[in-house]
């Protein structure tokens, strides 16, 4: 399996609505990271996860919550959003050392009305 | 600190004709650079990467990279441009502290029959 499972694909959700990102990968990848993608724009980095512990938040609002069930695992959890959170949610995983770069998921697309 | 510059937000080439995308790097280290490509509504894939084993890179789908320290550039390269080539590309680096992945801001690239 090379593959990160990124559920679910699209999501809408209103302002007072509280929902969950997942992510999944079988690759025994020990790395994963969660990324926000607008519109005509590069990844922006969100979360490090490493060995199952946070190691970056880059100062992301508390209203994005991450959470590392297991190695193969990643969440994001959502609350009172804003509708300037809509965006691509990427999720990637890598492989312990950099130089073998990152396995994107496919994403989700998120719509806060 | 760790950066991509990605000179041209668009390109446009004719089927056939060879496709040119330049991405410049600053790194106080030597560096790991990779090129993604995104396709409308998708995640990232990963088109090749360099990481000091080789200057001239080859990667997926008959695209190729070659690393130049003295030019600082790792452009990526095509012979014969495909009407499926038409994506977003992006050129990322690994940033100083080996934790993640920066991104240069994009190019689109056209391909017209």
């Known amino acids: 399996d090379t593959e990160v499972t990124q559920t679910p694909k699209h999501l809408v959700m209103g302002m007072t609505n509280k929902k969950s990102l997942k992510c999944e990968q079988h690759?025994?990848?020990?790395?994963m990271y969660w990324y926000k993608q607008k519109a005509k724009k590069p990844p922006e980095l969100m979360f490090v996860?490493?060995?199952?512990?946070?190691?970056i938040n880059e100062s992301v609002p508390s209203r994005f919550s991450p959470e590392c069930p297991n190695s193969s695992l990643l969440n994001l959890h959502l609350h009172a959003l804003q509708p300037e959170d809509s965006a691509l949610y990427l999720c990637?995983?890598?492989?312990?050392?950099?130089?073998?770069?990152?396995?994107f998921g496919s994403g989700t697309r998120l719509t806060v009305v | 600190a760790q950066s991509v510059t990605q000179l041209g937000s668009h390109v446009s080439v004719s089927e056939g004709a060879l496709v040119l995308l330049r991405c410049n790097y600053s790194?106080?280290?030597?560096?790991?650079l990779f090129w993604y490509v995104q396709y409308p509504n998708q995640g990232l894939q990963l088109l090749l990467k360099?990481?000091?084993?080789?200057?001239l890179v080859k990667g997926i789908n008959g695209f190729e990279a070659e690393f130049k320290k003295s030019e600082t550039s790792f452009h990526l390269t095509k012979p014969s441009a495909h009407m499926s080539d038409a994506a977003e590309y992006f050129c990322?680096?690994?940033?100083?502290?080996?934790?993640?992945?920066?991104f240069g801001k994009g190019t689109t690239l056209s391909v017209s029959s």
């Open positions: 990637a995983s890598s492989q312990e050392g950099q130089r073998y770069g990152y396995t």
């Open positions: 690759m025994g990848h020990r790395a």
């Open positions: 996860y490493s060995y199952e512990k946070l190691s």
């Open positions: 790194s106080s280290v030597p560096p790991y």
């Open positions: 360099y990481t000091s084993a080789a200057t």
């Open positions: 990322a680096v690994v940033n100083q502290a080996g934790t993640a992945l920066i």
